[in-house]
């Protein structure tokens, strides 16, 4: 049997991830099958079980493969400003694009993913927490700044804001609908008034 030159094998690996993130986006983890994932891949079903663990596999290595681009993503947005505030909107911006330009995987990491029974302490929670960390330490530099109130709980203000923002950007992928992003800025600053200063 011919080897596979190490080209053909990356070629391999990244048509099943492709085929897997639109299969496991579009039908969701519990309906995704491994034949259609390898059927649009253009692989064997038994080829996949040489890359992969399985479903579970593709899923986690897909979600592993997102949430790198979208930490370098955020990581980005927030250094290339300059300034607590112009930062915080930044991050809110990035954020939010994150939902409008991928908004079926997003749709299945809420509906599906984060709601398993073994989410907390997963590899995936802890990409989580590696990405909302960027705005714990945004808030502590804030802080540090004076730009924003020494009493402010960072955990407090994380759990406000993407919480509020998923709210906000759920309606329109439970709808499919293009997202609104000129909307960031007001979100942002509607947050930060009520916790940059002291006596405004």
């Known amino acids: 049997m011919p080897r596979i030159s190490p080209q053909r094998q990356l070629d391999r690996y990244e048509a099943i991830m492709a085929a897997a993130r639109s299969v496991l986006a579009t039908k ?110 945004l808030i502590e530099e804030g802080v540090a700044e004076g730009a924003v109130r020494g009493d402010v709980d960072p955990r407090l203000i994380r759990d406000l804001l993407f919480g509020g923002l998923e709210h906000f950007a759920w309606r329109y992928i439970r709808a499919d609908k293009a997202m609104d992003l000129s909307a960031s800025q007001v979100l942002a600053d509607t947050l930060l008034d009520g916790v940059c200063g002291v006596g405004r």
């Not at 979600?63 to 947005?77: C, K, M, P, Q």
């Not at 954020?95 to 079926?104: I, K, R, T």
């Open 28 to 137: 969701g983890y519990d309906f995704a099958a491994i034949a259609e994932i390898a059927r649009l891949a253009d692989v064997s079903d038994g080829l996949i079980y040489r890359y992969f663990d399985g479903k579970q596999g593709l899923l986690i290595a897909v979600l592993d493969e997102f949430y790198h681009r979208v930490i370098d993503g955020l990581e980005a947005a927030v250094q290339g400003e300059q300034g607590f505030r112009p930062r915080f909107a930044a991050l809110v911006r990035q954020h939010l694009s994150v939902f409008a330009s991928d908004p079926a995987l997003c749709r299945l990491f809420l509906t599906e993913v984060r709601t398993a029974a073994d989410y907390v302490g997963s590899r995936i929670f802890q990409l989580n927490r590696q990405y909302t960390s960027i705005l714990l330490r």
